[in-house]
Every structure is written in structure tokens, then in C-alpha cells.
């Protein structure tokens, strides 16, 4: 309790609200090797772009890469270069000197299996640390990074950038649908060999999916093929939802809600994606407090690998992982 008295007494004294005199809030990134590291330093570092958030800056990065990962190595030097050349981010040579360069951080490694490793020492430091899909790769992992956030007292989350998509948002917060009994949400679903099934890339849609629905699923049932994978998963209160892979034919992020009232497709739009999704960051900076449940985040970890467990089993039901 009192670390975390220690914390919000820190973002009370960066973020005085509405007095005019907000001091510019100092994140560093980890992990060079996705396209989010540019995207995420643009909207905060260029104030040209129409997207500009005032407030916060990214000014350290550590590059870290993983070397068995292709879509790692082959684009780590060249996301490094356009952090420093294009928004004048400082990179450093490992995370101890990031830390005492930074108020918060975004870890943006595109493999899930370095996150525990380089989450330790932010969690430690009591820095503030959003963790950029996905999370882990695996559950037991998610537990533990969970673990070290209460036992530091530092505050985490993680999300994709689908969670927070606009339309969907729009859905949600309309009484048009009336109460969401269910639904199918999809996106494209790509395999990496070193991450289980769907924490790679299938990861967007079942954001999506716990968006609508949140949690309670207790069962899962998977049908897979090598163009596409369907997942079905039932809640303790007999609604059913779906998430559809895809790896071939016309690729899509999209959900479409199932209400008591009416049906709404809610499909990917490029506005404000990535926007949006920083404009929950910066706020969990500010006050600690997590846009996504916990309880929601491991849930959708034990939907995947229950999942994974189905496809071994021939589409046998499973149940989740919930203990």
C-alpha cells in the first residue's frame, strides 16, 4: 500500500489537473522491433501529425531483438534508425539506463516470450509499464508478470489496439444492439513457431471478442484447418462466442455483436487506431488504474490455450484454466 501511495503520489505531482502547468511526461520503449515502436513515437514526438498527443514524449528506447524470431531480426535496425533519426528518441544500451531516463514505459517487444525478462526490472523500478501485444506467451507467464506488478507496486496492463477500435467502442456504448448475447469477431491469424497458436497474431480478434463480451467463458472448442481456425467458447450464462483466424482469402479485423435489440458489424477502420489506444495509455500513467480488467486478460490467455488444447484433442471440448 504505501509503494503504491508512493506512485500516485508521483503522477499527482507530473499531471496537476487542469492547472495549466502539466509536466511533459517522460516514456521510454523497449523493444525496436515492431512497427507500433514508429507508429507509437509519431503520435506522441511529431507535433505536425494530426493525430499529436500533447503531454507525454517518448525520449529512450532499448532496441532488444530476439534473433529467432524473423519478424524480429529483420526489422530491428531499421525501426531503430527511425526512432532516433525521425523523433529524436535517444537509444540506449539496456534497460537500467532507460530506467533512470523515464517516468513510464511501453514495452513494445514483438515476442511475447522476452516480456517477463525485460518487464522485471520496470516492474522493480516502479515505473509504470503498458505491455503491448501480446502480454506473454503463455498464461502462467501473464500470472507472473501480474504477480511482480503487486508485489513491486507497480502498475501494468496489456491490450491490442483492436480492443479500443472506434466503431466497436461506438457499439458498445450505444443502446441500439441492447445487451450483447453474443458474437463473431475475426482477424487475420498468423503463425509464429516459437508462440502457441493464436498469441501472435490471432491475439486482435480475441480482444475484440472479450471487448464484447467480457469475462466469464468456461469452455472452448476449436475446429482448425490450414487456411482457418474457429473457436468457439461458452459463457457460465449460456451466451456463445466465436473467433474466426484467417490466413487466406480476403483478410479483415471486424466483430459482429449479436444484441437483443438489433445486430451491428463493427469492422476495422485505420482513424484514431493507435491513438486511441495511447490515449488509455497515457491516462493509466496518470492514475494507475488499468482500462482492461486483470481477470479479463487472463481469461483471454486460458481461452487461447484451451484452444491449442482442443486442436490437439481433434476439436474436443476443453475447459479453461481458471484457477
Known sequence: MFKKFLYLMAVGLLYSAHSGAQ??????????????????????????NENYLRGARIVAAFPGGS?????????????????????????????PTLLKKVDAVILTSVDGRVHLAQATPVLKAGKPLFIDKPMAASLQTVREIFRLSD?????????????????????????????????IAYSPCKF?????????????????????????????????S????VVVGLWKDGRIATFRGIRDGKSAYGI?????????????????????????????????????????TLEMFAFM???????????????LDLQ
Open 151 to 183: 508485489e513491486y507496486g507497480t502498475p501494468c496492463f496489456s491490450a491490442s489496439s483492436l480492443r479500443f477500435l472506434q466503431p466497436l467502442q461506438d457499439a458498445l456504448e450505444d443502446t441500439v444492439a441492447g445487451k450483447i448475447i453474443g458474437c
Open 67 to 95: 534473433p529467432d524470431v524473423e519478424a524480429s531480426y529483420t526489422r530491428i535496425e531499421r525501426f531503430t534508425h527511425q526512432v532516433r533519426d525521425e523523433f529524436g528518441v535517444e537509444i540506449v544500451n539496456d534497460i
Open 305 to 319: 490455450e484451451a484452444a491449442d488444447e482442443s486442436k490437439n484433442l481433434g476439436g474436443q471440448v476443453v475447459r
Open 226 to 229: 490450414e487456411d482457418t481456425d
Open 23 to 48: 509536466t511533459e511526461l517522460r516514456i521510454g520503449l523497449i523493444g525496436l522491433d515492431t512497427s507500433h515502436a514508429p507508429a507509437f513515437s509519431r503520435l506522441l514526438n511529431d507535433s505536425t
Open 256 to 296: 459482429m455483436l449479436f444484441g437483443d435489440k438489433d445486430i451491428i458489424d463493427a469492422r476495422y477502420t485505420k482513424i484514431a487506431l493507435y491513438k486511441n489506444l495511447l490515449i488509455e495509455v497515457l491516462e493509466f500513467f496518470r492514475t494507475g488504474k488499468s482500462p482492461v480488467p486483470r481477470q479479463e
Open 192 to 224: 509464429e513457431p516459437h508462440h502457441p497458436d493464436l498469441m501472435w497474431y490471432g491475439i486482435h480478434g480475441i480482444e475484440m471478442l472479450f471487448t464484447a463480451m467480457g469475462p466469464g467463458c468456461t469452455q472452448v472448442t476449436r475446429i482448425h
